[in-house]
């Protein structure tokens, strides 16, 4: 089973940038779709963006579209979501996922519901 660990979240300016890290372990990395999700206080888990498994491809919420990029290097077992022009409503705790068994069709049709594994979290606070 793949552990999950973020990093990287903390208080930024509207306007500002923040790096996420997830390092992935007990696993191969190149194996899994990687995705990024977000819970604010009172809200579901919303999703954020999403990585194939050699990271040709990508998907991204629109609320984040043109702002946010993922990516990965699968020689450190890590995944990024590189975080720009950030806005107080991105204020969340920021989880990274995997997924090993499904096909990049599935998960861009409901990647809410089809991540397996998931990690701990990193809180990401803008203020206006």
């Known amino acids: 089973q793949v552990q999950l660990v973020e990093s990287g979240g903390g208080l930024v300016q509207a306007g500002g940038s923040l790096r996420l890290s997830c390092a992935t372990s007990?696993?191969?990395?190149?194996?899994?779709?990687m995705g990024w999700f977000r819970q604010a206080p009172g809200k579901e888990r919303e999703f954020v963006a999403a990585i194939s498994r050699i990271g040709i491809n990508k998907y991204y919420a629109d609320s984040v579209k043109g702002r946010f990029t993922i990516s990965r290097d699968n020689t450190k077992t890590t995944v990024y979501l590189q975080m720009n022009s950030l806005k107080p409503e991105d204020s969340a705790v920021y989880s990274c996922a995997a997924d090993s068994g499904s096909s990049w069709s599935t998960v861009v049709a409901d990647p809410v519901h089809t991540f397996g594994a998931w990690g701990q979290g990193t809180q990401v606070t803008v203020s206006s």
């Open positions: 007990g696993g191969t990395s190149s194996s899994y779709i």
